[in-house]
């Protein structure tokens, strides 16, 4: 059932994002990450956008990929987390899927698959993050392995890591990693992939033959100290719900549950028809930014279920009135300054939002 909050994807500015990424490492491939349908932007559609641009897409699972060769998605698709049962490898097979191994399960899977295919294998390194991947002084013999091995594709391996810290720039942690990620695949003359967003964005050093870029594609910065603006990342989505009521309060008069914000002066408000059910963030403050009529307010008192209030002063030239659209977050109010205010992160925003709305 529609609701009245409402989504726009700007297809423009998706092509603009990974523009940008191509632009910062010019020499690497870009598997586009639309994962989690597309940070909520719809993966169909993103991958539809994005198709004329990028080398491949990358996903985090089987039903994932599914989805997008259903589609007719015919580019390379990595899956991220790999295969989890022989079911999925038939998939893979079927379907001609990339798949991540970082687990001695994998392997498994592999030594036992019945019948005759070769698959294109990434092997995870462990560099550092220690949430997937084998530890390095582990990958020359499993490169070895795999690469003797009858059902993996000896001319398509990759090698990849993920980072755990890219986005702190003055943190010595990616360089540590990306020196772990080169000692254990020194000599192991494959295509390599490190980077996600942030290590396109600021770790020229880790750009190697293939990036991972997500956040960064659907306009959102991976830095939480340089905007998006600073980044020339354009927003790709927009999120808008009307207004339902405006009307007057008293000085003293406390807002919405548990009365939390409490009006310093006699002030005019106005209600949005949009909350948590709708993907607006439950705990945004007091103070979260909201643009409408050309300007930014503020949001006022607790996010209920299915609207929130915000503050409709100082509105004289252009008075806020039912009927009138606000804006959450999209051209005109990054994502990135309501996830700060959430105590989130904009992919959190973005994800519940998306894939929540389907307008
Ligand atoms: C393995 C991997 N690579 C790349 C990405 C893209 O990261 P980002 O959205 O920060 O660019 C992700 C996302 O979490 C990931 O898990």
Excluded at 35 to 57: E, M, Q, R, S
Excluded at 275 to 293: C, K, L, M, Q
């Amino acid at each position: 059932m529609k609701r009245s909050a409402r989504i726009t994807i700007h297809p423009e500015a998706i092509q603009h994002n990974l523009k940008r990424a191509k632009q910062c490492a010019p020499n690497a491939n870009v598997f586009s990450v639309i994962k989690a349908n597309a940070y909520g932007h719809n993966a169909v559609a993103t991958a539809g956008i994005l198709y004329p641009h990028t080398d491949a897409f990358a996903v985090s699972c089987i039903p994932e990929a599914v989805v997008l060769r259903e589609a007719g998605i015919d580019l390379p698709i990595k899956v991220l987390q790999g295969h989890q049962n022989s079911d999925d490898l038939h998939i893979a097979a079927e379907m001609d899927l990339r798949l991540m191994v970082h687990d001695v399960h994998q392997l498994t899977l592999l030594d036992h698959y019945s019948k005759k295919h070769q698959f294109d294998i990434t092997l995870k390194v462990d560099s550092g993050m220690h949430r997937l991947g084998f530890q390095p002084e582990h990958i020359r013999t499993l490169f070895n392995k795999l690469k003797n091995h009858s059902q993996v594709n000896p001319e398509n391996i990759m090698l990849a890591t993920h980072f755990s810290s890219a986005d702190d720039v003055e943190s010595n942690t990616t360089l540590d990693q990306i020196n772990t990620f080169n000692k254990a695949c020194k000599d192991i003359n494959v295509p390599k992939s490190l980077s996600n967003s942030a290590g396109v964005l600021a770790w020229k050093e880790a750009h190697a033959d293939w990036i991972r870029p997500g956040i960064m594609l659907y306009g959102s910065s991976p830095f939480s100290n340089k905007d998006r603006d600073a980044l020339d990342l354009q927003a790709a989505m927009t999120f808008e719900a009307p207004v339902i009521s405006v009307h007057s309060l008293k000085k003293g008069d406390c807002i919405g549950y548990a009365k939390s914000w409490q009006c310093p002066k006699d002030m005019t408000v106005a209600v949005v028809a949009c909350g948590y059910a709708d993907g607006f963030p439950r705990h945004a403050a007091s103070g979260t930014p909201v643009w409408i009529n050309g300007k930014n307010t503020e949001l006022l008192g607790r996010v209920s279920m299915d609207m929130i209030v915000i503050n409709a002063n100082e509105y004289t030239d252009n008075p806020i009135k039912v009927g009138d659209w606000a804006e959450l977050w999209g051209k005109n109010l990054s994502v990135d300054s309501v996830a700060q205010k959430a105590e989130t992160i904009p992919y959190e925003i973005l994800c519940n939002a998306g894939n929540l709305r389907r307008n």
